[in-house]
């Protein structure tokens, strides 16, 4: 019955795969982020970098100056907006870290019980 089911999982998976693979590259990456927050870290960063060289290459090549003042400013804004959203992201990203390992350097202080005698209440 086991066997069945993950037989009929992995069947699933294919069909997933190949029908919506981006939901598939969508799933490894919130796996990956939930097991190494640093790894989100990473990519909000990279993010944050590319907008600001894309920007930054606007700026050079002199498209922005271009732009009428109502694009400018419209630019500016997704700019700005975006780093705020950039930031709010590392700062949730890194109170979960910290929690987490708060949590963890807890449960590391908690002395193992030598047996399980000293488990049970005598009275």
């Known amino acids: 019955m086991i066997i069945r089911f993950l037989v009929g999982l ?4 294919l069909v997933i ?3 919506k693979p981006d939901f598939i590259q969508a799933a490894k990456e919130k796996t990956i982020t939930i097991i190494n927050p640093a ?3 990473k990519t909000i960063l990279s ?11 606007l700026i050079h090549e002199g ?3 271009n732009l009428s003042l109502e ?3 419209d630019t500016l804004k997704n700019v700005i907006d975006s780093s705020k959203g950039h930031i709010d992201e590392l700062i949730q990203s890194n109170e979960r870290a910290d929690l987490t390992s708060t949590l963890s350097n807890i449960i590391k202080t908690i002395p193992p019980f030598k047996d399980s ?6 009275n």
Do not use: T, W
């Open 10 to 13: 992995a069947a699933l998976g």
């Open 17 to 19: 795969g190949f029908v």
């Open 39 to 41: 790894a989100k870290e």
């Open 47 to 57: 993010d944050f970098k590319n907008e600001i060289n894309d920007f930054e290459n």
């Open 63 to 65: 498209k922005f100056a």
């Open 71 to 73: 694009e400018q400013a």
């Open 117 to 122: 005698a000293q488990c049970v209440d005598p």
